[in-house]
T-cell receptor, first 114, second 112 residues
Framework: EAAVTQSPRNKVTVTGGNVTLSCRQT?????MYWYRQDTGHGLRLIHY???????QIGDVPDGYKATRTTQEDFFLLLELASPSQTSLYFC?????????????FGEGTRLSVL | QQKVQQSPESLSVPEGGMASFNCTSS?????YFWWYRQHSGEGPKALM?????GDKKEGRFTAHLNKASLHVSLHIRDSQPSDSALYFC????????????FGSGTRLLVSP
């Protein structure tokens, strides 16, 4: 069964802290995405990738780095976390090779920056 | 400003009623549209896609797309309390990549 797994599910850090959010998909999808969800803003695209070593800038990239180490793994890095980055983060994957498949989402990581 | 605008922000309908959601995009490059649903504590799940002008019906759900006006809608007939959730419109463009963007969402409450 197609799946996207995020870890950790919850994370608390302090301002200026270093955080890495992990995402793994076992669907053989080439595209992976990182979104943040905030009330009133919906889901906003941070970064996305269409393969290992590739990175594309999303709509709200400031303060975030991302790295796609393999087809399966996509990481989101917050090197100097700020309270404004307190949010619910979702990873998603899709096979955009002509099928125009809707991205499949993980269960989310709730991040609090104190 | 988000490229995908949704309305209304929230909606309340009685059980058995019709729920309607609207979405307008500001980018003519968008070619593919989806509706997603998110229940509390879960990730968003795709409900249905629509890529061509006109209506697409799947059970109680009907989506409509008008590419000329960049407008897409979703209608749920015979709404059930289990339909209570956050609904998102999503759109994608394929210009040098496959970027998928979402609207701000509409919260639906279906009362028994």
């Amino acid at each position: 069964e197609a799946a996207v797994t995020q870890s950790p599910r919850n994370k608390v850090t302090v301002t200026g802290g270093n955080v890495t959010l992990s995402c793994r998909q076992t669907n053989s999808h080439n595209y992976m995405y990182w979104y943040r969800q905030d009330t009133g803003h919906g889901l906003r695209l941070i970064h996305y990738s269409y393969g290992a070593g590739n990175l594309q800038i999303g709509d709200v990239p400031d303060g975030y780095k991302a790295t796609r180490t393999t087809q399966e793994d996509f990481f989101l890095l917050l090197e100097l976390a700020s309270p404004s980055q307190t949010s619910l983060y979702f990873c998603a994957s899709s096979d955009a090779g002509g099928s125009n498949q809707a991205p499949l989402f993980g269960e989310g990581t709730r991040l609090s920056v104190l | 400003q988000q490229k995908v605008q949704q309305s209304p922000e929230s909606l309340s309908v009685p059980e058995g009623g019709m729920a309607s959601f609207n979405c307008t995009s500001s980018d003519r490059n968008f070619q593919y549209f989806w509706w997603y649903r998110q229940h509390s504590g879960e990730g968003p799940k795709a409900l249905m896609s629509i890529f061509s002008d006109g209506d697409k019906k799947e059970g109680r759900f009907t989506a409509h797309l008008n590419k000329a006006s960049l407008h897409v809608s979703l209608h749920i007939r015979d709404s059930q309390p289990s339909d209570s959730a956050l609904y998102f419109c999503a759109a994608s463009e394929q210009t040098g990549g496959y970027k998928v963007v979402f609207g701000s969402g509409t919260r639906l409450l279906v009362s028994p």
